[in-house]
């Protein structure tokens, strides 16, 4: 426990000021404990951390709050963030909300942030919009 509260009191001091990427330096944040292979800066209250090849979320205290289940994450921007998965090879792109919920599935070719509730996607080699609900449009 006194790991984790040290950690997320260090983490936060740093992130404030440039990313966490060096891997000394979180073993030594950690009490010579690997507990990250890499943690990225806070947005939206959420810091992207990599464990394994796989991205999950922090919050300020160190706390998972998004298990390490994406195999990419993009930072959180207006309080979602574009999450892939390989299927069968082929990444698959779709989007999260700060608790963890996907709200977007996995269907789109490309990464996506949203501006505004609306994101611009591609999926099968034709461009489109959708919004944070899953509703789409897409060009011909």
């Known amino acids: ?8 009191e260090v983490l936060a ?12 330096n979180l073993e030594q944040l950690c009490n010579g404990v690997r507990i990250y292979d890499g943690v990225r800066c806070f947005c939206n209250g959420l810091a992207r951390f990599e464990v394994d090849k ?6 300020k205290n160190g706390k998972v709050v998004i298990p390490a289940v994406y195999d990419l994450a993009m930072f959180f921007h207006n309080g979602y963030a574009c999450v892939g998965k390989k299927f069968n090879g082929k990444m698959k ?15 789109y070719n490309d ?3 949203f501006n505004d509730g609306i994101a611009l996607v591609t999926k ?3 461009t489109g919009l959708t919004d944070v609900f899953g509703n789409s449009c897409f060009f011909n």
């Open 124 to 126: 099968d080699g034709i």
């Open 54 to 59: 796989k991205f999950g979320f922090l919050d």
């Open 111 to 113: 990464t996506f942030s």
């Open 1 to 8: 426990v006194d790991v984790v509260r040290n950690f997320g």
């Open 13 to 24: 001091t740093w992130c404030r000021t440039g990313d966490i990427t060096n891997r000394e």
């Open 93 to 107: 792109y779709g989007c999260i909300n700060a608790d963890g919920a996907l709200v977007i599935p996995f269907i």
